[in-house]
């Protein structure tokens, strides 16, 4: 079992850039697919990147590809999520989520292990 914590959300300007962490712990970030996904206000929660955990390949939403880079740190158990082109429709709940399976997975049912969401506000 593994435990998530994000943390790196706050209010940003639009064009500015944020960088979120999640420090997992209990077990290794290496055992796991791992993924961020937004909640944004009053939508269903969504994909946004996962990076597989047997390839390390990554793989992004349409809306965030180019501008969101996924990240792995084995060494300190952390996944980040750097955002960068910030537009106010990036604002939301971002959680990151892992799961033991050796597929890439992108939907929101797929994953055992969530955190408890770090808020990502982007003004106009």
């Known amino acids: 079992q593994v435990q998530l914590a994000e943390s790196g959300g706050g209010l940003v300007q639009a064009g500015g850039s944020l960088r979120l962490s999640c420090a997992a712990s209990?077990?290794?970030?290496?055992?796991?697919?791992l993924a961020w996904f937004r909640q944004p206000p009053g939508k269903e929660r969504e994909f946004v990147a996962v990076i597989s955990r047997s390839s390390g390949r990554s793989y992004y939403a349409d809306s965030v590809k180019g501008r969101f880079t996924i990240s792995r740190d084995n060494a300190k158990n952390t996944v980040y999520l750097q955002m960068n082109s910030l537009n106010p429709e990036d604002t939301a709940v971002y959680y990151c989520a892992a799961d033991p399976s050796p597929l890439v997975r992108f939907g929101v049912t797929e994953y055992t292990y969530w955190g408890q969401g770090t808020q990502v506000t982007v003004s106009s």
């Open positions: 209990g077990r290794t970030v290496s055992s796991y697919g």
